[in-house]
């Protein structure tokens, strides 16, 4: 396998975990692929390209069919078997796959079709559960949740170019500016976002301005 010498120890101690939460490949014995940070598929498929381990390698490839196991008919994806499906779910397997190099796979088609269909009406993405009570605050769209879903989406140059993700990008812009917790799961914007962390695992400003940097109106 092709490593970049400066990165082979990291590579050879995430390999290491592959079995760390009791499944292959990063994953629980009942296939849960988000299970745990930062030892978990999903955490790993996004390590992974950044070491510089390619999408044609066995590693990648394997962990791939795994997270595509995960798909539905319908486009969405599921995070382990018989678990209620989320946006956050589908969203954030969707981005790792198109980091991994997937992007052009005919299989995440409907995957970009229900993406496209399922937006709020502020322009981003949401699910409709509802822990913190209803106000316009709680009814907005999720930021994290729409930060994967731009992430994702910025593979795919017809898309941004059509000015579908132009709502989707000021809603982002406009929660920079107010910083207060929106959607159904409280996403704010406090000291903790602040923090500079890499790679892309969580919700923080480093990963809100780099995916922002993709779109021209945001620039």
């Known amino acids: 396998m092709k490593v970049d010498e400066r990165y082979r120890m990291d590579f050879e101690f995430l390999l290491g975990k592959k079995h760390h939460l009791g499944g292959d490949l990063w994953t629980t014995p009942d296939n849960r692929i988000g299970k745990g940070s930062p030892f978990s598929a999903r955490d790993v498929a996004i390590i992974l390209p950044e070491l510089g381990i390619s999408p044609d390698e066995q590693i990648a490839k394997e962990l791939s069919c795994t997270l595509f196991a995960n798909l ?34 005919r299989r995440l088609n ?14 981003g993405w ?3 559960r ?8 709680t009814d907005a769209s999720n930021p994290g949740v729409t930060l994967e879903a731009l992430d994702a989406l910025r593979y795919f140059p017809s898309i941004i170019k059509s000015g579908d993700l132009d709502a989707a990008v000021e809603f982002l812009l406009a929660h920079w500016e107010t910083r207060k917790p929106l959607g159904p799961c409280h996403f704010g914007i406090g000291t903790r976002f602040l923090q500079v962390e890499f790679p892309f695992m969580r919700y923080n400003l480093f990963y809100y301005c780099y995916v922002l940097s993709f779109y021209q109106s945001a620039r």
């Open 126 to 128: 949401r699910c409709n």
């Open 130 to 137: 509802t822990k913190m009570g209803r106000s316009d605050q």
């Open 110 to 123: 409907k995957t970009i079709e229900y993406l496209l269909k399922t937006r709020h009406s502020d322009g």
């Open 72 to 105: 539905r008919e319908d486009g969405r994806f599921r995070m382990a078997p018989g678990m209620t499906i989320y946006p956050c779910h589908t969203m954030t397997i969707f981005r790792v796959l198109c980091g991994l190099g997937y992007y052009r796979d």
